[in-house]
C-alpha cells in the first residue's frame, strides 16, 4: 500500500504555482496515515525566492487548496516542506518553521535533486511516521535502592502521609524538618 498519493486533477493547481511563484518542482499530495493528511512540496528556485515568497505561498495553498477540503481533520494537520539546495540561515529557518499560520512548515536543506518518490518517502519516514526510528534498550543492573535516613525520618513525623492538607504545605513542611534535623547535625 502506498502512503502518498498525488491530488486528483494536480495540473489545474500545479499550474497556478507556476504562474505565481519561481519554482523548480512542486508536489500535492495526501499521507494516508490514519486520516489524510495532506503534504505538499516546494522547491524554489533558489535561496532569495524562498526567503521573498513563503509566506505569500503558505497563504496561497491555504486559499486555494486547504480551504476547500471538507474534512476538518486534514485542515489542521497539513504540511508544507520547503525544500532548498542550499543551507537557510537560521534567523529565515526559525521563522518558516515557527510561524502559526495554517500549516506545520518544515524546511529541508541541501537537497541537491529535484523532488521524488524516494525524497517524498524520506521526507515522511524522518518527519511525520518516524519509522526509522530504532530502539536499543538494553536491560542495566540497578544496584538496589536504599533509603535516606534523614529523608525517611522527617516524612515520618510530619503529616505528609496522614493528612489531606494542601501538597505544598505538607512539602514545606517536610523541607522544613529536613533543614532543622540537617542544621542541629552541623
Same mark, same amino acid.
Given at each position: 500500500?502506498?502512503?502518498?498519493?498525488?491530488?486528483?486533477?494536480?495540473?489545474?493547481?500545479?499550474?497556478?504555482?507556476?504562474? /505565481?511563484? &519561481? +519554482?523548480?518542482?512542486? /508536489?500535492?499530495? &495526501?499521507?494516508?496515515?490514519?486520516?489524510?493528511?495532506?503534504?505538499?512540496?516546494?522547491?524554489? &528556485?533558489?535561496?532569495?525566492?524562498?526567503?521573498? %515568497? *513563503?509566506?505569500?505561498?503558505?497563504?496561497?495553498?491555504?486559499?486555494?487548496?486547504?480551504?476547500?477540503?471538507?474534512?476538518?481533520?486534514?485542515? *489542521?494537520?497539513?504540511?508544507?516542506?520547503?525544500?532548498?539546495?542550499?543551507?537557510?540561515? #537560521?534567523?529565515?529557518? %526559525?521563522?518558516?518553521?515557527?510561524?502559526?499560520?495554517?500549516?506545520?512548515?518544515?524546511?529541508?536543506?541541501?537537497?541537491?535533486?529535484?523532488?521524488?518518490?524516494?525524497?517524498?518517502?524520506?521526507?515522511?519516514?524522518?518527519?511525520?511516521?518516524?519509522?526509522?526510528?530504532?530502539?536499543? +534498550?538494553?536491560?542495566?543492573?540497578?544496584?538496589?535502592?536504599?533509603?535516606?535516613?534523614?529523608?525517611?525520618?522527617?516524612?515520618?513525623?510530619? /503529616?505528609?502521609? #496522614?493528612?489531606?492538607?494542601?501538597?505544598?504545605?505538607?512539602?514545606?513542611?517536610?523541607?522544613?524538618?529536613?533543614?532543622?534535623?540537617?542544621?542541629?547535625?552541623?
Amino acid at each position: 500500500m502506498e502512503l502518498f498519493k498525488d491530488i486528483d486533477n494536480k495540473e489545474e493547481i500545479y499550474n497556478k504555482i507556476k504562474e /505565481s511563484f &519561481n +519554482v523548480k518542482n512542486v /508536489s500535492i499530495g &495526501n499521507l494516508i496515515f490514519g486520516d489524510n493528511v495532506p503534504i505538499v512540496f516546494i522547491q524554489f &528556485n533558489d535561496l532569495n525566492d524562498l526567503e521573498k %515568497y *513563503w509566506k505569500e505561498f503558505n497563504s496561497f495553498i491555504t486559499a486555494e487548496y486547504l480551504i476547500k477540503l471538507k474534512n476538518d481533520f486534514s485542515k *489542521w494537520n497539513s504540511y508544507v516542506f520547503y525544500i532548498t539546495e542550499s543551507t537557510v540561515e #537560521k534567523p529565515l529557518k %526559525y521563522e518558516i518553521e515557527n510561524n502559526k499560520f495554517s500549516t506545520r512548515k518544515i524546511v529541508i536543506e541541501s537537497i541537491k535533486h529535484a523532488i521524488d518518490n524516494n525524497m517524498i518517502k524520506n521526507i515522511l519516514s524522518e518527519h511525520i511516521i518516524n519509522d526509522n526510528i530504532k530502539f536499543g +534498550v538494553e536491560n542495566q543492573n540497578i544496584e538496589s535502592f536504599s533509603k535516606n535516613e534523614i529523608i525517611d525520618k522527617a516524612i515520618k513525623t510530619t /503529616s505528609f502521609n #496522614k493528612s489531606n492538607l494542601i501538597k505544598e504545605e505538607n512539602l514545606l513542611e517536610v523541607l522544613n524538618h529536613l533543614e532543622k534535623t540537617l542544621s542541629n547535625e552541623n
